[in-house]
Protein backbone atom coordinates (compact mmCIF):
# COMPACT_ATOMS: atom_id res chain seq x y z
CA UNK A 1 0.00 0.00 0.00
CA UNK A 2 1.54 3.39 -0.88
CA UNK A 3 0.17 7.05 -0.78
CA UNK A 4 -1.04 7.07 -4.30
CA UNK A 5 -3.32 3.91 -3.58
CA UNK A 6 -4.95 5.65 -0.80
CA UNK A 7 -5.25 9.12 -2.51
CA UNK A 8 -6.45 7.40 -5.28
CA UNK A 9 -9.10 5.36 -2.51
CA UNK A 10 -10.25 8.52 -1.36
CA UNK A 11 -10.73 10.43 -4.60
CA UNK A 12 -13.33 7.44 -5.89
CA UNK A 13 -15.00 7.47 -2.50
CA UNK A 14 -15.48 10.90 -2.62
CA UNK A 15 -16.55 11.07 -6.39
CA UNK A 16 -18.47 7.80 -6.81
CA UNK A 17 -16.77 7.66 -9.79
CA UNK A 18 -13.56 6.78 -11.22
CA UNK A 19 -13.30 8.81 -14.27
CA UNK A 20 -14.43 12.01 -12.05
CA UNK A 21 -11.60 10.53 -9.24
CA UNK A 22 -8.90 10.48 -12.22
CA UNK A 23 -9.52 13.61 -13.71
CA UNK A 24 -9.62 15.25 -10.14
CA UNK A 25 -5.90 13.68 -9.25
CA UNK A 26 -4.73 14.00 -12.93
CA UNK A 27 -4.06 10.89 -13.69
CA UNK A 28 -5.94 8.44 -16.71
CA UNK A 29 -8.80 6.20 -15.80
CA UNK A 30 -6.80 2.99 -16.65
CA UNK A 31 -4.20 3.53 -14.00
CA UNK A 32 -6.52 4.65 -11.50
CA UNK A 33 -8.75 1.26 -11.61
CA UNK A 34 -5.11 -0.61 -11.79
CA UNK A 35 -4.22 0.88 -8.47
CA UNK A 36 -6.98 0.45 -6.64
CA UNK A 37 -7.22 -3.09 -7.96
CA UNK A 38 -3.97 -4.17 -6.64
CA UNK A 39 -4.98 -1.95 -3.11
CA UNK A 40 -7.94 -4.63 -3.37
CA UNK A 41 -5.78 -7.56 -3.50
CA UNK A 42 -3.60 -6.40 -1.07
CA UNK A 43 -6.24 -6.43 1.32
CA UNK A 44 -8.11 -9.38 0.04
CA UNK A 45 -11.34 -7.32 -0.16
CA UNK A 46 -13.42 -5.63 -3.02
CA UNK A 47 -13.28 -1.91 -1.64
CA UNK A 48 -16.07 -0.98 -4.27
CA UNK A 49 -19.35 -1.64 -6.10
CA UNK A 50 -18.41 -0.68 -9.54
CA UNK A 51 -21.41 -0.37 -11.69
CA UNK A 52 -22.41 1.85 -14.74
CA UNK A 53 -23.35 4.29 -12.88
CA UNK A 54 -20.47 4.76 -10.78
CA UNK A 55 -18.29 3.15 -7.51
CA UNK A 56 -20.47 2.71 -4.04
CA UNK A 57 -18.02 1.98 -0.79
CA UNK A 58 -18.39 -1.86 0.13
CA UNK A 59 -19.06 -2.53 3.14
CA UNK A 60 -15.08 -3.60 3.55
CA UNK A 61 -14.64 0.00 2.20
CA UNK A 62 -16.75 1.70 4.38
CA UNK A 63 -14.60 -0.21 7.11
CA UNK A 64 -11.50 0.81 5.61
Known amino acids: MDLAQLQGFLAVARERNFTRAASALGVSQPALSR ?24 HAGREF
Open 35 to 58: SIRRLEEELGQPLFERGAGGAELT
